[in-house]
């Protein structure tokens, strides 16, 4: 078997940049500035084992339809990369276009689904709107009688949207960025920083020593807001546990993914034959990678209730990762106030969409300093100019 | 056909039940005490099910929930679509058949198991009713605590049965302040002694347990590990520890001729059970050649030291074993048994899941508990490697060719798949599992997690335990989604809510809408009318005569206090502590963004004492806010919140004609507009009964709102009907609602804004005061990117063409700009000013017309932007977004 992944590294005593985080983000990072800036002497560190936080418990949904201009290009220019991902990786990546659909179960999410389609199409994304008939014939085992609590209107659709297999994507990363000289290091927790003149970054203190560097990136999810107060950044950052599930495995019954926001769950069906599932996240801020056992029961009432079919159906394993979410629901991607310092963050409970664009990017931030332009609109400072780009979707009605 | 039903033993099934069944479509027969497995193995039955992916014939491995191979579909007595037959307790019409470890979910599913949650606080919670639980549960109790214990399997004690066990068992089944729970898994343990438990009933009623305790004891016991070699997944190869339990709790011998495969004394005694029972024990087969260990020797059976089972053969059974032994002496025999013990393994999931660390014990070739686990926390017996035999480090028989050990019997993974994992980089077992899977199938690794971690240490070179074991997470074993759903299924997914008028509204035809949990009229259609038909006449009969809404649902919150006011001033935009008794004022809030995120009114009650109200939809979130504020940030503040949402119900009488159909009702208050005036309320009693009147309107008409203590809500809004009849007097429901407050131009939070909308953007800057003072969103309304000329505005829209109604979220661009499109992805980003928030047919205004947010809208009006949706672009012409009596004259009079 040719097959090689990443090679171990131990760290060198100084690079032209550090990557705080070994997850997908930061090893699409290192992919991209080696790959499209020539800067090889990159070094990842991670804290566990290399894509071991979010990148391996996440549910992989991968879509771009967001509502705001920025957003959709950025998630946009990601979507096109997973397109041709498995060929530039040389890899097989299990991504599979199976389409997304989002659905409506009120009035006001009918207004909001129909108005991110229409401006989904403006912005040049692929996006339908589906009647309930439409539903039941792209996936008839949703309920969509009325006998649900909150009965199927409509959903959103998008046919480029779908799945892939994170493991794969982050192994497929770091293999690559190695082989063009980046070292990935394991097993090596970030717990401080060097500063120079002025206050300046330029390094990190390590569980294996102190690593110096040209310019450092923090892409450590849950766990950036904790690196940034290191040195007294406070980030408009709250993280919370969010989990997921599987369920046994079963004959394939699902072939797209389905998202309900009203009902609160969303799920998929892996090739091996789980249901994936997720919900909301827990509503209390923690570190701890455990959730709160009645967000299961809820996600598997609406599960129930939303698919007949999984009546029978059996959870196997529960799961929880740290989530890094922003007041605007959207990342943080960009310089800081400090020199040397930068952040790519706040992905949230919706990064894995986004992992080769957050890493394109986010490269070439560090390879110049200055933010890409799709990534312009996302920086720190919009905390601070108000010009927040909110992706919670249409607040829920109220009147 | 090897296995059968033997006179020795038994101790746990009653030989004169016979108990029928059928497995795959074969009627067989079984005892009362069986498991699925123990009744198949009594039939002789060899091949239970086939590998989900190489298709490989699978028999029964173990006795117990770590099973990897046997896995069924029961149909009856009712239905599972997979699960481990040693999990399941025979009973009378059971059916089943094999399933190659993934399951069937029929499309039309049969009924389910029913589930109720239960809730308890205990001081003690015991996982594990095996010895060493049944003694720390009776050692709770008897120090006093309320003890729940669990135990997994519907029998006490250990699986090989004990009377001490048993008669302990017996004492905590009658004791006080204890509650013993059979065939009851723990999911989970959680933070601070939080247990989720399921438990399974025999008559197909399940119960989850939710229990917080102060004192978790995991007495979860130790899982035997198999040891691999070529084919050693054939029928007939099975822990050591299984077949004992097999003989002697069901009497059934799985085998005739038996090797015992062993890296421990553990397995010894075996050997004279099986010769006992009438079996034959061709040798023990003990892989430590260094005199370690000091089982008795067993009278007349071969011990092989420093001898490896290599491989067997057999298709569908084991037929012989070929054995390797030292310098690489090879033989053959023959038998139909592999009993293998490669150790014990601590089952530690669910104290690994709540942050308990491991560490590895090198006598026991295992991990024990490392003393980190949280402080309530305890672990006892077996599960902290106490009494378990000492093992040699011995994962799989070395070979050559490692493509036949299989390591995951559900995954059909090999020590080879492993090694190659290693060889291509992978160094991390979690890195190892991921890329082979092994361990993520339905019994999580529990036989197969140890062995892939220690494969991985000795192939990186490091020392034994360097890594763990894979993890387990929770649950403990896989639940039904209906169980963890409970009842909350059907309506009570999410409580409906209804008010005191609904079965007036369902009695008159009323269409409903789905509004937050609240089930709100949406129209009155009468017959022959479509909704549409139904509003506009609706609509018609509020604008020319009265119509009346029930207005219950608004949530409401009494704010009292000395400081009530000046905590009102800090959450609306305007000041609210000016407010005099008897007025009611409108207030906008913001979300600390500075954007609009409720709206209501508030009515001064009394010097200390306010109503606000609120959406339908964010009552319950408006009052968390006043709370979190009230709370964590001035709690100094001498305030009082109370929802009173369900206290009053709400009756909305408007038109110009609402001041005759009130006075008809019969009123003591003096409804004359000079004494009455708008936005004010007076107390006294409509329709006999009490009541508050509120001149408010969100219909730009001349409005009464009457509030009523909520029991006297359908009464008086059957006066209503009842006196309003001379007048005209039509119910209406929210469609109508809608159509009329977007006439007037007003606004609906959720709809119109959408938590990116400031109050200068809705053209309501008026209401955000400026003298400095402070309150939500103040300082965010400040920011430069809220004070741009071109944000979105509210404006209204009138179709060009004057008949075309357009679509609530179309886009709106510049005209001819989505031309062509015909709802295809634009090759290039279409610029977009905004987008159409509200839109509707108007009985008054002869057209249909719309409110949208568009990009300096303001500075707009007169122009034509085209509306985007679903294809169609529809040219509008921007116009203020007030349609309606822009006077006030009719609301005001
Ligand atoms: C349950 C769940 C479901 C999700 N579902 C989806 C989905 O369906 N679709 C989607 O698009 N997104 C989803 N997400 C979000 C997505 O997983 C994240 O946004 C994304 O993975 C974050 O980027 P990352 O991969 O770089 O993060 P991570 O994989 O978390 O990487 C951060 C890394 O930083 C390391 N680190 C932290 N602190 C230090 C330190 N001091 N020193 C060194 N290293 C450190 C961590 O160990 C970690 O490996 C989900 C997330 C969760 C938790």
Redesign the interface.
């Known amino acids: 078997?040719a097959?090689?992944?990443?090679?171990?590294a131990a760290p060198k005593a100084s690079y032209e940049v550090v990557i705080v985080g070994a997850g997908g983000h930061g090893l699409a990072t290192a992919y991209y500035l080696a790959r499209n800036h020539g800067i090889t002497d990159v070094c990842v560190v991670e804290k566990g084992?290399?894509g071991?936080g979010n990148m391996?418990r996440n549910t992989t949904i991968i879509r771009s339809n967001y509502l705001w201009?920025e957003s959709a290009?950025i998630y946009e220019h990601a979507l096109r990369l997973w397109e041709g991902l498995e060929a530039e990786l040389d890899a097989d990546l299990q991504f599979s276009q199976r389409g997304v659909m989002n659905l409506a179960?009120?009035?006001?999410e009918?207004?909001?689904?129909?108005?991110?389609?229409?401006?989904?199409?403006?912005?040049?994304?692929?996006?339908e709107?589906l009647t309930p008939e439409q539903v039941h014939e792209r996936c008839p085992?949703i309920d969509t009688s009325p006998?649900l609590?909150?009965p199927v209107l409509g959903a959103t659709f998008q046919p480029r949207g779908g799945v892939a297999r994170h493991?794969k994507v982050a192994?497929a990363y770091a293999t690559r960025a190695s082989e063009l000289g980046v070292d990935i290091v394991?097993h090596c927790e970030v717990r401080g920083f060097v500063r120079g003149p002025g206050g300046r970054v330029e390094g990190v203190e390590t569980t294996r020593g102190r690593i110096l560097a040209g310019r450092v990136g923090l892409v450590a999810a849950g766990h950036t807001s904790v690196l940034a107060s290191l040195v007294g950044l406070r980030l408009p950052l709250q993280s919370h546990p969010l989990q997921a599930l599987v369920?046994?495995?079963?004959?394939p019954?699902l072939d797209t993914v389905v998202m309900s926001n009203a009902?609160h769950v969303y799920v998929s069906q892996a090739d091996?034959?789980e249901l994936v599932m997720g919900a909301g996240i827990d509503a209390y801020n923690g570190y701890?990678q455990?959730g709160?056992?009645h967000v299961?029961?809820?996600q598997?009432?609406?599960?129930?209730?939303l698919f007949?079919?999984?009546?029978?159906?059996?959870?196997?394993?529960?799961?929880a990762g740290i989530v890094d979410v922003c007041?605007?629901a959207s990342p943080i991607i960009g310089p800081t106030p400090i020199d040397g310092l930068f952040l790519n963050c706040g992905w949230g409970t919706g990064g894995f969409k986004a992992t080769p664009g957050s890493g394109w990017v986010f490269a070439e931030t560090l390879a110049t300093g200055r933010p890409h332009p799709l990534a312009a609109a996302f920086g720190l400072d919009?905390f601070?100019?108000?010009?927040?780009i909110?992706e919670?979707?249409?607040?829920?009605?109220?009147? | 056909m090897t296995g059968r039903r033997v006179e020795v033993g038994g101790a746990g099934v009653d030989r004169a039940r016979p108990i029928g069944f059928r497995f795959d479509d074969v009627d067989r027969e079984g005892l009362a005490g069986d498991t699925l497995a123990s009744a198949l193995l009594a039939a002789g039955v060899d091949v239970v099910a086939s590998s989900p992916i190489l298709g490989r014939p699978r028999g029964i491995v173990s006795a117990g929930s770590e099973e990897p191979s046997a896995f069924v579909e029961l149909t009856e007595p009712w239905f599972d679509p997979i699960v481990a037959a040693t999990t399941v307790e025979l009973v009378e019409g059971l059916a089943a058949r094999g399933r190659p470890g993934v399951g069937r979910l029929p499309t039309s599913p049969p009924p389910e198991r029913r589930a109720r949650h239960v809730h308890r606080h205990v001081e003690t919670v015991v996982v594990g009713g095996g010895t060493a639980g049944l003694e720390a549960a009776e050692a709770a109790a008897a120090r006093g605590d309320r003890v729940l214990v669990a135990q997994d399997r519907p029998w006490w004690g250990p699986a090989i049965p004990d009377p001490e066990a048993q008669a302990r068992a017996a004492r905590l089944a009658v004791a006080d302040d204890v509650t013993a729970l059979a065939s009851t898994v723990a999911l989970g343990v959680y933070d601070d002694g939080y247990v989720v438990l399921l438990e399974r009933g025999g008559d197909g009623r399940d119960r989850v347990w939710h229990v917080r305790a102060a004192r978790v004891v995991l007495a979860t016991g130790a899982t035997e590990r198999p040891i691999a070699f070529a084919d050693c997944d054939r029928p007939g190869v099975m822990l050591a520890g299984a077949v004992r339990v097999y003989l002697e709790r069901f009497a059934v011998l799985a085998g005739q001729r038996a090797v015992v495969f062993t890296t421990n004394d553990g397995a010894y005694p075996l050997a004279d059970r099986i010769r006992e029972a009438g079996g034959e024990v061709v040798a023990i087969v003990d892989v430590r050649d260094d005199g370690s260990g000091n089982a008795p020797p067993v009278s007349g059976i071969e011990v092989l030291r420093g001898w490896a089972v290599a491989a067997v053969e057999g298709e569908t059974r084991v037929r012989a074993v070929h054995l390797v032994g030292p310098g690489g002496r090879r033989e053959r025999v023959e038998a139909d048994l592999v009993a293998v013990s490669g150790g014990w393994m601590p089952s530690l999931g669910l104290y690994r899941a709540i942050g308990g660390g491991l560490r590895p014990d090198e006598r026991l070739a295992a991990f024990v508990p490392d003393g980190s686990g949280p402080p309530w926390l305890e672990v006892v017996g077996a599960a902290a490697g106490e009494g378990l035999p000492a093992s040699a480090p011995f994962w799989y028989t070395p070979a050559e060719d490692l493509t036949r050990h299989v390591v995951d019997l559900q995954r059909d993974q090999t020590v080879a798949d492993v090694l190659a994992a290693v060889e291509a980089g992978l160094r991390s077992v979690e890195h190892v599992k991921r890329r082979t899977y092994i361990g993520t199938a339905l019994d999580q690794g529990r036989t197969s997690g140890h062995l892939v971690a220690e494969i991985v240490n000795a192939a990186l070179g490091d020392p034994l335990g360097a890594q763990g074991p894979t993890t387990a997470r929770p649950p403990t074993a896989p639940a039904p989604f209906t169980a963890l759903a409970g009842v909350d299924r059907g309506e009570l997914l999410d409580p409906v809510r209804t008010t005191p008028i609904h079965r007036w509204h369902v009695a008159n035809g009323a269409t409903f809408e789905d509004v937050g949990q609240w089930k709100r009229p949406r129209a009155y259609p009468r017959p022959g009318e479509d909704l549409e038909a139904a509003v506009l006449r609706e609509c018609r009969a509020v604008r020319e005569a009265a119509g009346v809404l029930d207005a219950s649902t608004l949530g409401k919150i009494e704010v009292v206090g000395p400081d009530a006011g000046a905590f009102l001033d800090r959450m609306y935009t305007n000041r609210m502590s000016t407010l005099p008794v008897g007025r009611i004022r409108y207030g906008l809030m913001l979300g600390l963004d500075g954007m609009v995120v409720d709206d209501g009114v508030a009515m001064r009650l009394a010097e200390d004492r306010f109503l606000v109200t609120t959406t339908t939809g964010g009552a319950a979130a408006v009052l968390d806010r006043f709370e979190e504020w009230l709370q964590t940030e001035w709690p100094h503040l001498r305030v009082y919140c109370t929802s009173v949402t369900e206290q009053w119900a709400v009756v909305a009488i408007g038109g110009p004609l609402a001041r005759e159909v009130v006075r008809a009702m019969g009123t003591d208050v003096d409804l004359d507009a000079s004494s009455f005036p708008f936005m004010t309320w007076r107390e006294g009693t409509v329709a006999e009964v009490p009541a508050r009147l509120c001149r408010v309107s969100f219909t730009g008409e001349l409005s009464y709102e009457l509030h009523v203590d909520g029991r006297h809500g359908a009464h008086v809004w059957e006066a209503a009907i009842a006196a309003g009849e001379p007048y005209g007097l039509t119910p209406y429901g929210t469609e109508a609602m809608h159509v009329l407050r977007a006439e007037k131009g007003y606004i609906i939070v959720g709809q119109d804004t959408d938590g990116t909308v400031t109050p200068d953007d809705l053209g309501m800057g008026w209401i955000v005061r400026t003298d400095g003072s402070d309150f939500l969103g103040r300082r965010s309304l400040e920011r430069p990117d809220a004070r741009r000329p071109d944000r979105r505005h509210l404006v209204g829209l009138v179709p060009v063409d004057r008949s075309t109604l357009v679509a609530e979220g179309a886009q709106l661009v510049a005209r001819g700009d989505a031309d062509g499109l015909g709802g295809r992805p634009a090759p290039e980003p279409v610029p977009m000013l905004g987008h159409v928030t509200s839109s509707y047919r108007s009985a008054v205004l002869g057209h249909p017309f719309a409110l949208a947010m568009l990009r300096a809208g303001r500075s707009r009006h007169g122009e034509v932007v085209d509306a985007v949706a679903h294809g169609r672009s529809v040219p509008c012409e921007v116009v203020p977004p007030i349609f309606w009596d822009p006077e006030d004259a009719r609301r005001d009079g």
């Open positions: 078997m097959e090689r992944y990443w090679r171990a084992w290399l071991g391996a201009d290009a179960h009120g009035l006001q009918v207004r909001a689904g129909v108005r991110r389609v229409e401006a989904n199409r403006l912005n040049g994304i692929d996006a709107w085992i006998r609590r909150y493991d192994w394991e369920s046994v495995l079963y004959e019954v009902i091996k034959g701890a455990r709160s056992f299961i029961e809820h598997l009432a609406a599960a129930v209730e007949p079919i999984f009546a029978h159906a059996k959870v196997l394993r529960t799961w007041p605007d919009r601070t100019s108000g010009a927040l909110d919670h979707g249409a607040a829920a009605v109220a009147h």
